[in-house]
């Protein structure tokens, strides 16, 4: 029943910006931590940035101070908004949350979205 979904990806320029947005619904009584990952052709998954429930961040070297990651836990989305976009961000970004349903506490992953950066 417990179901994320990821929007917001697209086609932009280099030093560009784009904000991804992720909602979660179904039965859910609370949310944990929350994150982005992305995963380009040929490469393994890497982690974008993750934010837990009080709001406490971390963000991989290759993003920082580009890329901020925020949350709203009312409405049960995590939102990244990535700035000074590089070539070399160009992925799938997948939505990552950590969610306590009715059969536990479980990872949950968003089906992608595809954010390419043009040089």
């Known amino acids: 029943q417990v179901q994320v979904v990821e929007s917001g990806g697209g086609l932009v320029q280099a030093g560009g910006s784009l904000r991804l947005s992720c909602a979660a619904s179904?039965?859910?009584?609370?949310?944990?931590?929350m994150g982005w990952y992305r995963q380009a052709p040929g490469k393994q998954r890497e982690l974008v940035a993750t934010i837990t429930s009080g709001g406490s961040t971390n963000y991989a070297n290759s993003v920082k101070g580009r890329f901020t990651i925020s949350r709203d836990n009312a409405k049960n989305t995590v939102t990244l908004q990535m700035n000074s976009l590089k070539p070399e961000d160009t992925s799938v970004y997948y939505c990552n949350a950590n969610i306590l349903g009715g059969l536990g506490a479980y990872d949950y992953w968003g089906q992608g979205t595809q954010v390419t950066v043009s040089s």
């Open positions: 179904g039965r859910i009584f609370r949310i944990n931590d």
